[in-house]
């Protein structure tokens, strides 16, 4: 149990979101919107003008940020950057791809989905099952 990575549990994690303007502005006016004390704010909203590189930065500062517990980003998005998404291991935050209004969900690209095909085809043939 030493290996077990430690979750940190907190009265006040955050939700962070990189996607189009109207997936971000529906969660927004939900009350997931949040900026510090140093103006930095817990979502990019992507657009025909947005770099990669611009995501990419996005997306690591999420990720290294002890206040959010969950990423929730748009799987046309992810898609862009989709080396990172796969290559990101730690239980949290969690990172979650959703559809949006212009491009719809494409299980076979979700990144979590295809990590759970794989632990449960590796499980079934450990045990003997198929």
């Known amino acids: 149990m030493a290996n077990r990575a430690q979750i940190r549990t907190s009265n006040s994690a955050l939700i962070a979101m990189i996607a ?28 025909s003008k947005t770099t990669v590189k611009q995501i990419e930065d996005a997306f690591k500062e999420f ?5 959010i517990a969950v990423v929730l980003i748009s799987q046309y998005v992810a898609n862009m ?13 969690a990172i979650l791809e959703i559809p949006s209004k212009d491009h719809p969900y494409d299980p076979a690209h979700d ?13 079934s043939v450990a045990s003997g099952r198929r």
């Not at 502005?25 to 817990?42: C, E, M, P, Q, S």
């Not at 950057?81 to 949290?92: A, G, Q």
């Not at 990144?111 to 499980?123: A, G, H």
């Open 20 to 47: 189009d303007e109207d997936t971000v502005v529906g969660f927004l006016l939900a009350g997931v919107g949040n900026v510090d004390l140093r103006r930095k704010t817990n979502y990019l909203i992507v657009d």
């Open 111 to 123: 990144s979590v989905l295809s990590r759970v095909k794989y632990l449960f085809s590796t499980e």
């Open 63 to 67: 990720i290294a940020r002890e206040d």
């Open 81 to 93: 950057i989709r080396f990172l998404v796969d290559s990101y291991n730690k239980p949290v935050p």
